[in-house]
Nanobody
Framework: QVQLVESGGGLAQAGGSLRLSCAASGRAITVYFMGWFRQAPGKEREFVASINWGGKGTYYADSVKGRFTISRDNAENTVDLQMNSLKPEDTAVYYC?????????????WGRGTQVTVSS
């Protein structure tokens, strides 16, 4: 079992930036894809970005491509999400996850989430 704890959420203005970080503990994470999902009020949880175990393969939802960058440090057991050019529609609770598949089709562990609010 992997435990995931997110940090770095908060309030930003449209056009601004935030950086989310996720710290993993427990089982080794190197065998997993890691990534981020988000859930806005009244909407289903959706895939945002993922990165493979080696850190060379990254995958993004079309809505964030070119604005968000995912990275991981297996030595530190962390995965980060740099969010630039934020839009009000990026407002959501962001969840860190481990799993399998490019878009984390199978999630094996979830974090508790961190709120991101983007004001217009």
């Amino acid at each position: 079992q992997v435990q995931l704890v997110e940090s770095g959420g908060g309030l930003a203005q449209a056009g601004g930036s935030l950086r989310l970080s996720c710290a993993a503990s427990g089982r080794a994470i190197t065998v997993y894809f890691m990534g981020w999902f988000r859930q806005a009020p009244g909407k289903e949880r959706e895939f945002v970005a993922s990165i493979n175990w080696g850190g060379k393969g990254t995958y993004y939802a079309d809505s964030v491509k070119g604005r968000f960058t995912i990275s991981r440090d297996n030595a530190e057991n962390t995965v980060d999400l740099q969010m630039n050019s934020l839009k009000p529609e990026d407002t959501a609770v962001y969840y860190c996850a481990t799993g399998l598949g490019n878009n984390l089709a199978t999630v094996t562990s979830w974090g508790r989430g961190t709120q991101v609010t983007v004001s217009s």
